[in-house]
């Protein structure tokens, strides 16, 4: 007769089989019994949250430095709802994340009880995939299950809804097989006739440009170092979205900068002008593309993506390879090795004038600032701060807003895995949780969460779990005193009535990093800002950096309004050329 | 000028719609129609009928029929998510004007009249396969197998015969022929 398990007891045998390390939760009345058994499940270790959504984004912070799938444990009712947010993160930036939930006892569902609500409904729209559990001898299937589907293909969150009585009663443990095939859905789905083409676009191509997205650094490692050896063999500029940047280097030279609304003024003329356009694992989302109907107009489009409902989404492409880049990019490489040896010089003399136009775009120097002596210009801190960090291998999270804009603008990612930031949902105070995952799965790497204090103020309360698990993380934070997006907004569009973007009352974040036992430092010039940094640099234990930065600053370059990419609006000695009016404010 | 300070693009160019009958079949399992009309929902697609029920008690298998309308862009999105989600097998679209495929819907109608105006019912309904499942004195209840459009007609033209009631079904679509949808 084979041992037979409680429900809570085969959550862990799973999350052992799943080689789970970690999990970030906070526990209540319809997990207990999970809860119970974590003592005897020594390779699982809980970190105790202080608000479920501080477990979820600890738990995508996890999963997007270490590309595994970041585990949450949380209860029914609210327990649940708090962590919808996170889900919904999670979904738009393809995060795999596994939720397990409590549920009220199968006999109470459907009667409004305690704690009760009704959590797959709610988070369908929000995951891949959702179970209730409503068998025990289900339960060790469903949860292997769950881990598949958040882990392949295009990746996301999933959740499990696992009532209390199911937790006690006792089932039969069945371990983990790995199937080949899920569900009949196979992800690879291109032929080399396919790669065919694509070598011969580049063949032809006097204009091309890369345009590669966060797909690449879900592809893993591996899918980062053919794209920079395909880059490097084609000579070909490349840019990125805001969750694609580190899979190529920054600082080389055949790196345009980050594209969009807030992107270099070189990659977003050069994605206009361009006669070929190669999207490898990004998704022409609208912060990218601006005015669709002048998106690109003159390129041939080719779309590298796993996943087949992203193709033709926005922008019709000419060219649709379905596929995980790891695999695609292996085969365009083999076969632009094999087809020709000299390729890629001649072909580099075909785009010189290509590059000449780009250097030229360059030269506008679009993320020049007008500096200061007497303020700390924010970009001038995300600056010092990148020179100061640079040689450590470090890893940056962000909130929502212009700092992270500036983050993405002026700090320099070489390496994939290092950059974690809410971009789809846009979600505010998604960066101080997420810091708490990425410092669990990296104890002795150094992790930033650059932050507004606006965004930081909404999680705040993880600093508790920051300092209870010495996890020494450095709230960076860029305090202008306003929603400093939202106050741009209204003084480009809305005839500078800054409504409601500016917080009367902010707490004194030193004193409320002392509170929370953790170190509070504060810059208030730039004349003390490097040691300031260095200073928080040598502090072992969690920091809150307090920056005191120009309040009126605002992020450029900047896409305005129903203007396609050629038409950018620069920095402030631009500005009063080409100022926003009428028709012109549809798009920001 | 309302929307002008939206922090989105405004609306592109109207495309032409086609109207489709989308055919998915899924695992019967709980929520597996909750998935499949909240994706229409939930991405602002159109249902204009539904038709569901399991065909494979074995396996578990459901078809479920919808008819939809939309830009040929959204047709294709509405078949690629559909294919994403985990219950669903396989998901066929068919064109309305497609002459291989039969398309069928079914209405039960109502009469309350006298006897004349009872069989001036029936014989208006002569082309549509009418079979009586119920008759009084002064009612009875029809039902016909048809196109949407005839069911449409029918039910605004059959008003003057006593038509009281009438209750249909979404849509049911079959390929012609001996091949199957795989």
Known sequence: MPKLYSGAEIVFKCLEDQNVSHIFGYPGGAVLPIYDELKNFNSVKHILVRHEQGAGHAAEGYARSTGKPGVLLVTSGPGATNAVTALTDAYMDSVPLVCITGQVPTHLIGTDAFQECDTTGITRPCTKHNWLVKDVNDLAEVMHKAFEVATTGRPGPVLVDIPKDIQFQKAKYKSYKNKKKFNGKSHDNYSQKNIDELINLIRKAKKPIFYTGGGVINSGTKASELLRELVYATGFPITSTLQGLGCFPADDNQFLGMLGMHGTYEANNAMYSCDLMINVGARFDDRITGKIDEFSPKSKKVHIDIDPSSINKNVKVDLAIVGDIKSVLTSTLKTFKKSKNNFSKSNKHQISNWWEQIQKWRSKRSLDYIGSEETIKPQYAIERLYELTKDKDTYITTEVGQHQMWAAQHYKFNKPNRWMTSGGLGTMGYGLPAAVGVQIAHPKKLVIDIAGEASVLMTMQEMSTAVQYNLPIKIFILNNEYMGMVRQWQELLHDKNYSESYTAALPDFVKMAEAYGCVGIRAKTPEELDDKIIEMLNTDRPVIFDCLVDKQENCFPMIPSGKPHNQMLLGPKDQKEKKITGKGRTLV | ?182
């Open chain 2, 1 to 182: 000028m309302a929307n002008s300070k939206s922090a989105y693009s405004s609306a592109g160019k109207k495309q032409k719609l086609d109207t489709h009958i989308i055919v998915v079949w899924v695992d019967n399992e709980a929520g597996v129609l909750a998935r499949v009309v909240g994706l229409f929902s939930g991405r602002g697609y159109n249902i204009e009928s539904l038709a569901v029920a399991e065909v494979d008690q074995k396996q578990n298998i459901s078809r479920i029929t919808i008819v939809t309308t939309g830009t040929p862009q959204v047709v294709d999105q509405i078949k690629l998510q559909l294919k994403k989600l985990v219950p669903v097998h396989k998901v066929a679209d068919f064109k309305r004007e497609d002459k291989n495929v039969i398309f069928k819907e079914m209405a039960l109608f109502k009469f309350v009249a006298n006897n004349g105006k009872l069989n001036k019912a029936f014989e208006a309904c002569k082309n549509f396969n009418p079979v009586i499942l119920d008759k009084t004195n002064k009612s009875n209840v029809i039902q016909i197998t048809a196109l949407r459009r005839e069911i449409d007609s029918m039910s605004k033209n059959l008003k003057k015969f006593g038509l009281v009631s009438v209750s249909r079904t979404g849509a049911v679509a079959m390929t012609r022929g001996s091949e199957i949808f795989k």
